[in-house]
């Protein structure tokens, strides 16, 4: 059991979008050598990105087709939620013509390059060490009582505590994250069209911490991301998980909240925070498509060298009502 915590068959392809990334530039890099080669022919600047993105597409939805084969039948419940943006009109496929495009770029970002290449080098040395560990992640209890980090009513978009439910099951300190959006009654996540942050819901919402505990590291260098509503991923960001905020909130657990607004963070590291204190407000910043709150324990302060821990929030689900444990999954609307 514990061996396969660590080593899931999705692991391979934790990152996916880098292993396109990669098979792209060695297709295109090998096209070039061959036309030079055989018949003396050098590619011309089009045709050279004409390969590169025919086979970043072409991988990318091997891969994910792959990936949906080894996840199971459980269909994602956001199917069936209003898309953002322009994909109200583009349909369930809309997201292949922006995303992956924007994706495909990435490799113009070597910082973008160099955070995920460590990321893969880092997570397979967790993976040894978590397997050394002999323990059930699935199972860990934790040792602090965590409350939503939001006000509010907000949807759990991604996330869960299983191969099916989890949306990065593969990246080990990411393994048990949670997106988390504001929708109105028919799970819109905007208002208006949804091309500007500021029609979406949770966009500069507060988050606060779900419990007591120390700031221990901070980052607040990211710029919002451009061309919201489009689907596509800021492929020139500087981090990709955007500004955040990782706070120690018990031995061995850390709490690491992302994508927040460029300036609105107000702590520092060394800053002791109280449950329910302001951390920062939620933003469009990093690799992401739309304003978001992501959410994840950890057992390491630096998300290179962690391992995603499973989290119990105390939730009251009503007025008056006293607080039951809650382990989030995707579809789930929570409120404090």
Known sequence: MPKETAHS?????????????????????????????????????????????SSHFICACLIKKYLASQSGNEPHPGLNWPRP?????????????TALPSLALTFLNPVLVFQQAKLVVYQRSVAR????EQKDR???????????PFEGRWLVYNGGNTPLTSHSWGVLSQRFALDFVM????????????????????FNQPILAAADGEVVSVFDKVA????????????????????????????????????????????KVGDRVKQGELLGRC?????????????????HPNIYCAMGLPVTFWVTQSPGSHQDALQLTRGMLVGN
Not at 28 to 53: E, H, N
Not at 85 to 97: A, D, P, V
Not at 255 to 262: M, P, V
Request: hydrophobic residues 40%.
């Open 183 to 202: 929708v109105d009654h028919s799970y819109s996540r905007h208002t208006s069209k949804g091309l500007n942050v500021s029609d979406y819901y949770c």
């Open 138 to 148: 699935a199972r860990y209890q934790n040792k602090v009582r965590y409350q939503l």
């Open 224 to 267: 919002q991301a451009p061309w919201v509503g489009f689907g596509m991923i800021d492929f020139l960001c500087r981090h990709f998980a955007g500004n955040h905020v990782v706070v120690k909130h018990a031995p061995g657990e850390y709490g690491f909240y992302a994508h927040l607004n460029k300036g609105s963070v107000p702590v």
């Open 129 to 132: 060490r978590v397997s050394a």
């Open 85 to 97: 943006g322009i994909h109200r009109y583009m349909g369930r496929y809309g997201m292949m013509f």
């Open 283 to 299: 933003g469009f910043t990093g690799f992401t498509s739309e304003p978001h709150l992501h959410f994840h324990l950890q057992d």
């Open 9 to 53: 068959p999705q692991k391979t392809f934790a990152f996916t979008w880098l292993l396109p990334l990669v098979i792209a530039v060695g297709v295109t890099l090998g096209s070039q050598l061959i036309c030079q080669w055989m018949w003396g022919v050098r590619l011309s600047v089009i045709a050279k990105l004409t390969v590169y993105f």
